[in-house]
């Protein structure tokens, strides 16, 4: 349990109190960095061969190695073609393959569909065998 204010200590309201700040900070992004940029951050990365070079280049540009090596290998593999892919969803299918997978999935629907016709079609003859054997017992 908090102790009370001591009656000699002065609360004034526009005296600063500890209270977190309610102001809303923006949200981080993730960083970006054109094809231009890792071309030059690549070849800066290559000159580098003195002790320590290559870390001071790292902490400028704000990077780690291991984007630096997936660059590399990006740029050896496609060339600047490589340099330039994006995170993300892939390209959405053209409206030829959205039809195509619309179809499919109405067939299926429709054979399943066919599939329950059939049962209970089968289901309705047997139905009907034990009627007609029920009426000659019957007669």
């Known amino acids: 349990m908090p102790k009370p204010l001591a009656p000699s200590t002065p609360v004034s309201p526009a005296a600063p109190t500890d209270v977190a700040s309610t102001e809303v ?3 981080a992004r993730r960083r970006t960095f054109s094809t231009r940029d890792k071309l030059r951050i690549l070849r800066a990365a290559d000159k580098c061969i003195g002790r320590g070079e290559l870390g001071a280049l790292l902490r400028r540009e704000g990077i780690y190695h291991s984007m630096l090596d ?12 490589g340099l330039q892919r994006r995170r993300g969803p892939k390209s959405a299918a053209s409206p030829q393959e959205k039809e195509i997978q619309r179809l499919s999935r109405e067939l299926q629907q429709r054979d399943a569909e066919i599939g ?4 209970l079609l089968a289901l309705q003859k047997k139905v009907l065998a034990l009627v007609d054997a029920a009426q000659k017992l019957v007669h």
């Open 116 to 119: 329950r016709l059939h049962e």
């Open 25 to 27: 900070r923006p949200k």
């Open 70 to 81: 997936r660059w590399r290998k990006q740029f050896a593999e496609q060339g600047e073609q």
